[in-house]
């Protein structure tokens, strides 16, 4: 596949954080007497590439938006607190190495449905900053994937940019911002109809014509 520009989901793409998150998010519910709300690795696995509103529906059904707010709100406090405070050895197998190959070639943008500040985070615990040319995310501009998909294609007059993800949620979204859609296989979730899957973030370099 040829491209101009390789954007990439987080979570199941780059690295998996659920085990730290759930950790965060348990400690969260229980301060705010949702005890009940069992958090683990798994159930975030099934939610991670949800927008954060999504998330709150699913996890607090029955709660009111306030409280579903308040709750998302510290749940993200306390991740962004764990994840700061690990050392973070989660990112998948060959993903450092190989996005800074990839970014020797070709800009390297993330996109992903989390709350602000994460990816940031994800940049300073890989030590990736030096390798992403931009990056987007819902807690920034409110928006879904597809949208700020197409906002970093449009402000970076890309031309030929491939989605990299790992979900259904993530093939619809690069679909729907007319960007080809390359399958992470390794990563959450299942989908068919990609334009290309890889078992391993490394096989990117050969798929990709750069």
């Not at 965060?24 to 007497?33: N, P, R, S």
Request: proline letters at 3%; glycine letters at 8%; one cysteine or more.
């Amino acid at each position: 596949m040829q491209t101009d520009g390789v954007i990439l989901d987080v979570d199941g793409t780059i690295w998996d954080s659920t085990g730290i998150v759930a950790v965060a998010w348990t400690k969260a519910v229980v301060e705010l007497g949702r005890p009940d709300v069992k958090v683990t690795s798994p159930v975030l696995k099934q939610l991670f590439g949800k927008t954060m509103e999504e998330i709150a529906d699913v996890l607090f059904e029955g709660e009111s938006k306030e409280k579903k707010d308040k709750l998302m709100e510290l749940c993200c406090k306390y991740e962004h607190e764990e994840l700061q405070n690990d050392p973070c050895h989660i990112d998948y197998e060959g993903v450092v190495d190989t996005i800074k190959s990839l970014s020797e070639k070709v800009p390297v943008f993330i996109v992903s449905n989390c709350q602000a500040g994460y990816i940031e985070l994800v940049e300073d615990k890989l030590s990736l900053l030096p390798y992403i040319t931009d990056i987007e995310c819902y807690g920034n501009t409110g928006n879904g994937k597809a949208d700020n998909i197409r906002s970093v294609v449009d402000r970076n007059h890309l031309k030929n940019p491939v989605y990299v993800g790992d979900t259904d949620g993530d093939r619809i979204a690069s679909e729907t911002a007319g960007v080809p859609f390359i399958y992470a296989k390794y990563g959450f979730g299942k989908t068919q109809g990609a334009a290309a899957d890889i078992s391993s973030f490394s096989e990117l370099q050969d798929v990709l014509e750069v």
